[in-house]
């Protein structure tokens, strides 16, 4: 590779929260992005086109990825999995599937090193479909010929928006007794993290947190007081939730998985290395703020 090319690097994922963060901060630290979506999500890429040399499409859960997208790549990141269920697919399909044959591509088509977005806690033995998959992935993925890196992080304060929301409506519901803990990640700092790890020793599993853990009972206060309304903050026990998985196991399995996840992440420790230097009050202020513009407009 002549060394005046900026490196390319495929983002596979490109149209999700993460995805979108990283493409700005790839291009801003001089990387060339191929954003890889699928065809009927590309259009979430037009805001970002500024920051990103090529889009390319592809379905990652049907066998044969087209060798053309990795034409130049050096390395693929992949931030790829189900977080919202919108399209039948389970975990099995996309987490590890999908992964899966990407890496089997890109392992084909020359590319050098492979960067995966996987979760903290992933390592526990847990009945949790979400990080059954996202382990499985992670064990093909340390058997690779390629310089593979993970990347494990804890929640993102995008998700935790979603308990603004609630404070605003008046009640927090909190899974368990609010005392587990976790590191919650602004998508740009963990971007940041991640793309070091482009140059990191490979072979490498880090995880990655924000600037400081909170307990979810802290996080509850937070989102009640940026609000600056009264609210209450509602636990549900344990007992009550194991009911809730054992039917929607039996009953749906989209639910089960993703309810699974949530209680896993609301009554464990999912705490992890502090990086970055955003802070989540200043987040959830601005966030506040936007919604309720939109809301007097
Ligand atoms: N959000 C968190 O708090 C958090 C915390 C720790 C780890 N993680 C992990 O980090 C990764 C990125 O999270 P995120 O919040 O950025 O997720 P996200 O916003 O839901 O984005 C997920 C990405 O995966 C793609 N995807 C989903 N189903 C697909 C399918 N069937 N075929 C091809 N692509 C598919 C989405 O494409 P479309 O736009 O086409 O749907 C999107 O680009 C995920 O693996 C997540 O589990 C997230």
């Known amino acids: 590779m002549n060394s005046q090319q900026p490196v390319r690097v495929l ?15 790839l291009s801003n630290r001089g990387r060339e992005v191929v954003a890889l979506a699928r065809p009927a999500s590309q ?3 037009e805001s970002l086109s500024g920051h990103i ?14 060798a053309s997208i990795f034409e130049g790549v050096h390395s693929v990141i992949s931030s790829i999995g189900i977080t919202r269920q919108r399209d039948g697919l389970s975990y099995d399909d996309v987490d590890f599937g999908g992964n899966l ?49 993970i990347v494990r992080p804890s929640g993102f304060f995008t998700d935790i928006a979603d308990f603004l ?3 605003r409506r008046g009640t927090v519901h909190l899974f368990g007794n609010g005392r587990s803990r976790i590191s919650p990640i602004h998508p740009t700092d963990l971007s940041e993290a991640i793309v070091d790890r482009l140059e990191a020793k490979p072979r490498t599993i880090v995880s990655v947190g924000g600037p400081a853990d909170f307990t979810w009972d802290e996080i509850a ?4 007081r940026v609000t600056g309304r009264r609210c209450r903050i509602r636990h549900w026990p344990e007992s009550l939730l194991q009911l809730a998985l054992a039917i929607t196991r039996v009953l749906s399995r989209p639910t089960y998985g993703t309810l699974s996840f ?15 230097s955003r802070g989540l009050e200043a987040f959830l202020k601005a966030q506040q703020e936007a919604d309720q513009q939109v809301h007097t407009d």
Not at 11 to 25: F, N
Not at 103 to 114: I, K, T
Not at 262 to 276: F, I, P, Q, W
Request: proline share 4%; net charge negative; charged share 20%.
């Open 11 to 25: 983002v596979a994922g490109a149209t999700g929260t993460l995805g979108r963060a990283l493409i700005p901060v």
């Open 43 to 45: 259009g979430r890429l």
């Open 53 to 66: 040399k090529e889009v390319v499409t592809a379905e990652v859960t049907e066998p044969d990825i087209p």
């Open 101 to 149: 044959n990407l890496l089997r591509a890109a392992e084909q088509s020359g590319v050098q090193r492979f960067v995966y977005v996987s979760v903290v806690g992933v390592d526990q033995e847990v009945n949790v479909p979400g990080l059954k998959a996202k382990r499985r992935f992670e064990e093909v993925l340390v058997d690779s010929t390629l310089e593979w890196q």
């Open 165 to 167: 929301a609630m404070a």
């Open 221 to 224: 206060e937070l989102c009640c």
């Open 262 to 276: 949530l209680v896993h992440v609301m009554t464990s420790d999912t705490t992890a290395r502090n990086y970055g």
